[in-house]
């Protein structure tokens, strides 16, 4: 029997009944890697003398009357991770053996749950790509389409899923990096409220493991299925112990419903800065007609919406600031004079990425301020709506492109070449403010590419676009085995 693509949820039942062990299952995945990913590249790093080690201590555990929320379970987990033993590179070629001490947090969370670690997937370097290529492990390829990125900088995960290499995986998001590949390679993915996943241990190689959390970026789950994704976050959420020194059980607000009818869902396709491809306003049409064939409340604007281009321009200026905060002296004082350079009146976001770089202190207080004052704006949209759904992206899976200079790469809209890192405004509409987004597939492209959207609910209400998601899924489908590829 192939179990390649079953999900983990049907697989913990399998192995409570008693159908199936856990060796057999990680036998099966680490067989089906061994067979597949050399067309992929997805598992970079992989852990097979310990997973197969995990897989019987899960069995033997499941025998003596053990039942963890993934005893047994074989994934994947994204090389920025920090795992014992293990390669942490991010990339870098002259981070290549650097092996970290410790688990990240959630790397340990998944091990006490009971999850089988495969191994490691593909990363872009420095996560700075919306592909997942780099000089260590090479490059990473659609499932759908070897010619095209699975997309990044969590591409390997996505991929992964997409080839049956495992029914769970993480990564991390601050532009898109679980939305943006989920969409690509037709899996789904969540990307939690801003803090509500401890980062402790998913840091560059060699940076100290501190209970701190990065402004904007977050970790969040991936899978096959929506209901995949709430087993995967409720092992991975909580706060670091270390903040409050002692562990804690986070328990998220329920689903705000838990049919179409009572939904109100705000649809959005359009963004001023960024034309959305046909491909893609396909994709949220459909999701919108099965939003209202359920009996759903469904509208396309509304004035209570935040601004679109003041949040994407807010949003560019808090992500690059934090670039900018690494960069060396010297590069910055260029940036700085740069900077100065700007027309006042040069509000493209070309001019915020460069502004944002070299922020003062002052300034970023004032931005932050700002950010505080889209939150305030969204809580008043969603005591009128449940849910937005809104594109991932502009295209579907675009061909591999390394052109050096990322500025000079271009992105295809329907005929018309645009800045490809353009694109990441629809994922700064969810990251600049915090919010919970699951990517869920809407369908394909003519091409028979995945198209996605991502669904955005209100802070720490995660279990809604979650639930919303679980609906869309039994309604218009979800994952499909890729037709092409291996």
Same mark, same amino acid.
């Given at each position: 029997?192939?179990?390649?693509?079953?999900?983990?949820?049907?697989?913990?039942?399998?192995?409570?009944?008693?159908?199936?062990?856990?060796?057999?299952?990680?036998?099966?995945?680490?067989?089906?890697?061994?067979?597949?990913?050399?067309? *992929?590249?997805?598992?970079?790093?992989?852990?097979?003398?310990?997973? %197969?080690?995990?897989?019987?201590?899960?069995?033997?555990?499941?025998?003596?009357?053990?039942?963890?929320?993934?005893?047994?379970?074989?994934?994947?987990?994204?090389?920025?991770?920090?795992?014992?033993?293990?390669?942490?590179?991010? +990339?870098?070629?002259? @981070?290549?053996?650097?092996?970290?001490?410790?688990?990240?947090?959630?790397?340990?969370?998944?091990?006490?749950? /009971?999850?089988?670690?495969?191994?490691?997937?593909?990363?872009?370097?420095?996560?700075?790509?919306?592909?997942?290529?780099?000089?260590?492990?090479?490059?990473?390829?659609?499932?759908?389409? @070897?010619?095209?990125?699975?997309?990044?900088?969590?591409? /390997?995960?996505?991929?992964?899923?997409?080839?049956?290499? +495992?029914?769970?995986?993480? +990564?991390?998001?601050?532009?898109?990096?679980? =939305?943006?590949?989920?969409?690509?390679?037709?899996?789904?993915? @969540?990307?939690?409220?801003?803090?509500?996943?401890?980062? =402790?241990?998913?840091?560059?190689?060699?940076?100290?493991?501190?209970?701190? #959390?990065?402004?904007?970026?977050?970790?969040?789950?991936?899978?096959?299925?929506?209901?995949?994704?709430?087993?995967?976050?409720?092992?991975?959420?909580?706060?670091?112990?270390?903040?409050? /020194?002692?562990?804690?059980?986070?328990?998220?607000?329920?689903?705000?419903?838990?049919?179409?009818?009572?939904? %109100?869902?705000? !649809?959005?396709?359009?963004?001023?800065?960024?034309?959305?491809?046909?491909?893609? %306003?396909?994709?949220?049409?459909?999701?919108?007609?099965?939003?209202?064939?359920?009996?759903?409340?469904?509208?396309?604007?509304?004035?209570?919406?935040?601004?679109?281009?003041?949040?994407?321009?807010?949003?560019?200026?808090?992500?690059?600031?934090?670039?900018?905060?690494?960069?060396?002296?010297?590069?910055?004082?260029?940036?700085? $004079?740069?900077?100065?350079?700007?027309?006042?009146?040069?509000?493209?976001?070309?001019?915020?990425?460069?502004?944002?770089? &070299?922020?003062?202190?002052?300034?970023?207080?004032?931005?932050?301020?700002? =950010?505080?004052?889209?939150?305030?704006?969204?809580?008043?949209?969603?005591? #009128?709506?449940?849910?937005? !759904?809104?594109?991932?992206?502009?295209?579907?899976?675009?061909?591999?492109?390394?052109?050096?200079?990322?500025?000079?790469?271009?992105? $295809?809209?329907?005929?018309?070449?645009?800045?490809?890192?353009?694109?990441? !405004?629809?994922?700064?509409?969810?990251?600049?403010?915090?919010?919970?987004?699951?990517?869920?597939?809407?369908?394909?492209?003519?091409?028979?590419?995945? &198209?996605?959207?991502?669904?955005?609910?209100?802070?720490?209400?995660? =279990?809604?676009?979650? %639930?919303?998601?679980?609906?869309?899924?039994?309604? *218009?489908?979800?994952? #499909?085995?890729?037709?092409?590829?291996?």
């Amino acid at each position: 029997m192939d179990r390649s693509f079953v999900s983990a949820e049907a697989l913990m039942a399998t192995l409570r009944n008693g159908e199936v062990t856990s060796v057999e299952l990680t036998d099966e995945a680490i067989s089906r890697i061994e067979s597949d990913d050399k067309a *992929i590249n997805a598992i970079c790093v992989p852990d097979f003398d310990r997973a %197969r080690a995990a897989a019987r201590k899960a069995d033997e555990a499941r025998a003596s009357g053990e039942d963890r929320p993934l005893l047994g379970i074989p994934m994947t987990v994204k090389e920025s991770y920090n795992i014992a033993g293990l390669p942490t590179t991010w +990339g870098m070629p002259q @981070h290549a053996n650097y092996l970290p001490a410790e688990d990240a947090v959630v790397v340990s969370r998944l091990k006490a749950a /009971g999850a089988v670690i495969l191994g490691k997937t593909n990363v872009p370097l420095m996560l700075q790509d919306w592909q997942s290529f780099n000089e260590i492990y090479g490059t990473t390829n659609n499932p759908w389409d @070897h010619s095209r990125t699975p997309g990044g900088s969590s591409g /390997g995960s996505a991929a992964a899923l997409a080839s049956g290499f +495992g029914a769970l995986s993480i +990564g991390s998001d601050l532009a898109g990096s679980l =939305r943006n590949p989920a969409h690509f390679c037709g899996v789904y993915a @969540h990307k939690p409220t801003f803090g509500l996943v401890p980062a =402790r241990g998913m840091v560059p190689p060699r940076a100290p493991a501190l209970p701190v #959390e990065g402004d904007l970026g977050v970790c969040g789950p991936m899978a096959r299925t929506a209901r995949d994704l709430t087993l995967l976050l409720d092992v991975m959420a909580g706060p670091d112990p270390l903040t409050l /020194g002692v562990a804690y059980d986070l328990s998220l607000p329920p689903a705000r419903h838990q049919k179409f009818s009572d939904f %109100r869902v705000l !649809v959005l396709d359009e963004h001023p800065l960024i034309a959305t491809g046909t491909e893609v %306003r396909a994709g949220v049409n459909r999701v919108a007609a099965a939003l209202v064939d359920g009996g759903a409340h469904v509208e396309r604007s509304s004035p209570l919406l935040p601004d679109l281009t003041e949040a994407a321009i807010l949003y560019a200026k808090l992500m690059f600031s934090n670039s900018g905060a690494r960069v060396p002296d010297e590069r910055y004082k260029q940036l700085q $004079d740069l900077a100065a350079g700007l027309s006042p009146d040069d509000l493209s976001l070309n001019a915020a990425w460069l502004r944002g770089m &070299v922020l003062s202190h002052r300034e970023w207080i004032q931005a932050d301020t700002r =950010r505080e004052v889209h939150r305030q704006l969204w809580r008043k949209l969603f005591n #009128e709506f449940d849910a937005v !759904v809104c594109p991932c992206s502009s295209t579907p899976a675009f061909p591999h492109d390394h052109t050096p200079d990322r500025g000079k790469r271009q992105i $295809d809209i329907d005929g018309v070449d645009h800045p490809a890192d353009t694109q990441s !405004v629809w994922a700064g509409l969810a990251t600049m403010p915090g919010l919970p987004a699951t990517a869920i597939p809407a369908g394909r492209s003519p091409d028979g590419l995945p &198209v996605g959207v991502q669904l955005i609910g209100p802070m720490f209400e995660d =279990r809604t676009p979650l %639930r919303l998601a679980e609906l869309l899924e039994q309604t *218009i489908g979800g994952f #499909e085995a890729p037709k092409s590829g291996p």
